[in-house]
């Protein structure tokens, strides 16, 4: 493991006990996720982490904040930073899932993205068709 790698993992850990609390605290959630439980057994040090939704790999090195950096999801987001319902996920699949609770919400969004990612595939392969035309005023 490289040393500035080593490092950075052990400061964004720490920033995610930090940040959990502080969400935890503003939203009323119990939260007994320790900094240990987060290294050893949720997000251990490696050189390629990936995300547990996408299976993409997550940002490994210092730089600014992007979908790809690691951040800490309840997958019960009522159920608060407990053993057991948290997973480290990259920022872009915990920004999508935000407060789904259940597995019809997911199928939702799921449905909804499928569509949006059609829509966006006829633009990017045909780029004179136009998604809305505005109506003339008589």
Not at 22 to 34: N, P
Not at 51 to 66: D, H, L, N, Q, V
Not at 99 to 115: H, P, W
Request: proline share 6%.
């Amino acid at each position: 493991m490289v040393h500035g790698r080593e490092s950075y993992w052990k400061a964004l850990t720490s920033a995610m006990i930090r940040r959990s609390q502080e969400r935890a605290e503003e939203k009323g959630l119990e939260h007994s996720i320790t900094l240990e439980y987060l290294r050893e057994d949720i997000y251990p040090e490696t050189d390629k982490p990936m995300c547990p939704y996408c299976e993409r790999p997550m940002k490994t090195i210092r730089g600014p904040f992007t979908r790809s950096s690691p951040t800490l999801d309840k997958v019960k987001p009522k159920l608060g930073y407990i053993e057991g319902n948290v997973i480290v996920a990259c920022n872009g699949c915990n920004h999508f899932k935000n407060d789904t609770e259940s597995s019809e919400e997911m199928r939702m969004k799921i449905k909804i993205a499928k569509t949006m990612l059609k829509k966006l595939l006829e633009v990017e392969n045909n780029p004179t068709i136009i998604l809305h035309e505005r109506k003339k005023k008589a």
